[in-house]
């Protein structure tokens, strides 16, 4: 393998040392997080507060609070704390008691942020269980929702770049059959695979085995079932005959 090829320049130390630089761990997180035996039920009820005073000149976790007040202002205070402790427990060096309270969070209160969080959040959730959870279980079904996700994101975002809306049928080309794919793969057939119903079947099966990241996995899933702006609507509708062959 010819290294001077990769497609990301420095390969998997460059990607990696990326990674790194964003993992540097913030100056007191605590100051902004709740005790672990908080009242759940309290602070569901209490409001978020828009960001006081000049902003300009924050930086750090500082900077992270102005963001997420304005992002929640006026809504439930879960979902600053829900946003405060993925933001710490995406660095290095996270206190247990972070963990701690974010596991507590969705155990207790974890039908309302699956319900009411936009999918940005669900997404970063399922991430933060990939890196934190507390069984084998729930890392791979974080895991499994955040790649699928991630994906799901990084097509759609290569469609709308280049004008495609992502409800727009797919268009069978003529000599399409003789494009080879990447790995010189076996292409997915539209008219008969079912990879797509495999992934999603894996994922349901941890889904329903996973009591505390249920209501995520469900939300996340049935919404994916509902947007007809995927690739798995595409392929469903490419299948029940109202794609252009």
Known sequence: MDLSEQIYRGGFHSVMKHRDNKRIPYTDPQAYLPAVDCDFDALEVAV???????????NDLALRDVEYR?????QSQLFYIHAMLIANLRRDNAAPETAAL???????KGRLLAEALPMRWRISAATTFADWGVTME????????????????????????????GDTPLVRSDGADQISIAF???PYSFHRGDLDRNMLARLWDLAEGERVMFPLAKAMLFA????KRTIFARAQAFKDGQGRR
């Open 48 to 58: 978020v507060t828009a960001p006081q005073g000049d902003t300009s000149e924050l």
């Open 70 to 74: 304005a992002e929640f202002q006026g």
């Open 102 to 108: 974010f596991h507590r969070l969705w155990a207790e």
């Open 138 to 165: 729930q890392r791979s079904l974080g895991m499994g929702l955040s790649v699928l996700f991630d994906m799901i994101k990084f097509v759609e975002s290569e469609r709308r770049f280049v004008g495609q809306a």
């Open 184 to 186: 010189d793969m076996q």
């Open 224 to 227: 994916l079932m509902m947007d």
